[in-house]
């Protein structure tokens, strides 16, 4: 029975993981920890302010939803504590990523980063990854809800990546726009110039559009979390599989082996 730490286990993401992992019946929650509230319960069991908490409740991984500030620090703790780290935290930069790989190297714990649980995101990044290289235009339009602190999100990130890595050298048709009445009205420029558009909106959870364009005719990609529960069965998939995949691995893709 895999013995699992929730880290911000008071928050939103957190608290559904600690019901999930509760309720599985190979899983085992044995600590719950959160800076914003020690002395709450989640799970059933107490949640406590400290890292510490992980080591003494011999916990084999832990179930990071933060901040990325708060991640800096728990994930490399973890590593050196020999306990695998599953993160669906996002605002990771390149160099956070180096320095992950660098901590978790190819020592006895190991760390996914998950940007995002959901199989119709993992399977809707895959399938944008296929169609990148037949098409002029890509642009992405991510939309979450109105708490969400970083833009864009993780799995817009990812996806332009992708999408990026996918087209190689062939470029895309050049954007047209010479004045933006409203600055950023065309949105960021990602990797190979691919623009992402970020929406904030009251009463969404997550979704994204990946719209691809060529003569005459476009595919767009829709993929929705309507509930945070679409997250849960990716994060009971990753711990129960961590074990097996050593060092840093980004996206549970080759978790479902698509
Ligand atoms: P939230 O604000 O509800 O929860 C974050 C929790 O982290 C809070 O309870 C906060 O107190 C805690 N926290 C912050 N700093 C801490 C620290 N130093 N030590 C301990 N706890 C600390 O946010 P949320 O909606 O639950 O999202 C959490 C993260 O998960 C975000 O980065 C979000 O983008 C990401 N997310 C990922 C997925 C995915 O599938 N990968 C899905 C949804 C959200």
Redesign the pocket.
């Given at each position: 029975m895999m013995r699992v730490g929730v880290?911000?286990?008071?928050?939103?993401?957190?608290t559904a993981a600690c019901e999930a992992v509760a309720g599985a019946d190979d899983l085992e929650l044995v600590a719950a920890?959160?800076?914003?509230?020690p002395g709450e319960e989640r799970g059933g069991i107490a949640v406590s302010g400290e890292l510490k908490a992980f080591a003494d409740a011999e916990c084999d991984v832990v179930v990071d939803?933060?901040?990325?500030?708060?991640a800096r620090?728990?994930l490399p703790w973890l590593a050196m504590h020999g306990i695998h780290a599953v993160t669906?935290?996002?605002?990771w930069s390149d160099a956070d990523l180096d320095e992950l790989r660098s901590a978790f190297g190819d020592g006895p714990a190991h760390c996914l980063i998950?940007?995002?649980?959901?199989i119709s995101?993992v399977l809707m990044m895959r399938f944008a990854e296929l169609a990148a290289p037949h098409f002029d235009t890509a642009e992405i339009i991510e939309y979450h809800h109105d708490?969400?602190v970083?833009a864009p999100?993780?799995t817009a990130t990812v996806t332009a990546d992708r999408i990026a890595a996918a087209r190689g050298d062939a470029p895309w048709n050049p954007d047209p726009t010479e004045h933006e009445v409203y600055p950023g009205a065309r949105g960021g420029a990602g990797p190979g110039g691919i623009r992402v558009h970020g929406v904030r909106m009251h009463g969404m959870v997550?979704h994204q559009d990946v719209i691809f364009g060529a003569e005459g005719q476009s595919l767009t990609i829709r993929q929705d979390?309507y509930d945070?529960s679409s997250?849960m069965p990716?994060v009971l998939l990753a711990c129960r599989r961590i074990a097996d995949h050593p060092g840093v691995v980004i996206g549970l893709d080759t978790y479902l082996g698509v």
């Amino acid at each position: 029975m895999m013995r699992v730490g929730v880290h911000g286990a008071v928050g939103r993401m957190g608290t559904a993981a600690c019901e999930a992992v509760a309720g599985a019946d190979d899983l085992e929650l044995v600590a719950a920890v959160d800076r914003a509230a020690p002395g709450e319960e989640r799970g059933g069991i107490a949640v406590s302010g400290e890292l510490k908490a992980f080591a003494d409740a011999e916990c084999d991984v832990v179930v990071d939803f933060t901040v990325a500030d708060a991640a800096r620090v728990a994930l490399p703790w973890l590593a050196m504590h020999g306990i695998h780290a599953v993160t669906g935290t996002t605002g990771w930069s390149d160099a956070d990523l180096d320095e992950l790989r660098s901590a978790f190297g190819d020592g006895p714990a190991h760390c996914l980063i998950a940007p995002n649980f959901a199989i119709s995101a993992v399977l809707m990044m895959r399938f944008a990854e296929l169609a990148a290289p037949h098409f002029d235009t890509a642009e992405i339009i991510e939309y979450h809800h109105d708490r969400k602190v970083d833009a864009p999100s993780g799995t817009a990130t990812v996806t332009a990546d992708r999408i990026a890595a996918a087209r190689g050298d062939a470029p895309w048709n050049p954007d047209p726009t010479e004045h933006e009445v409203y600055p950023g009205a065309r949105g960021g420029a990602g990797p190979g110039g691919i623009r992402v558009h970020g929406v904030r909106m009251h009463g969404m959870v997550a979704h994204q559009d990946v719209i691809f364009g060529a003569e005459g005719q476009s595919l767009t990609i829709r993929q929705d979390s309507y509930d945070r529960s679409s997250f849960m069965p990716g994060v009971l998939l990753a711990c129960r599989r961590i074990a097996d995949h050593p060092g840093v691995v980004i996206g549970l893709d080759t978790y479902l082996g698509v």
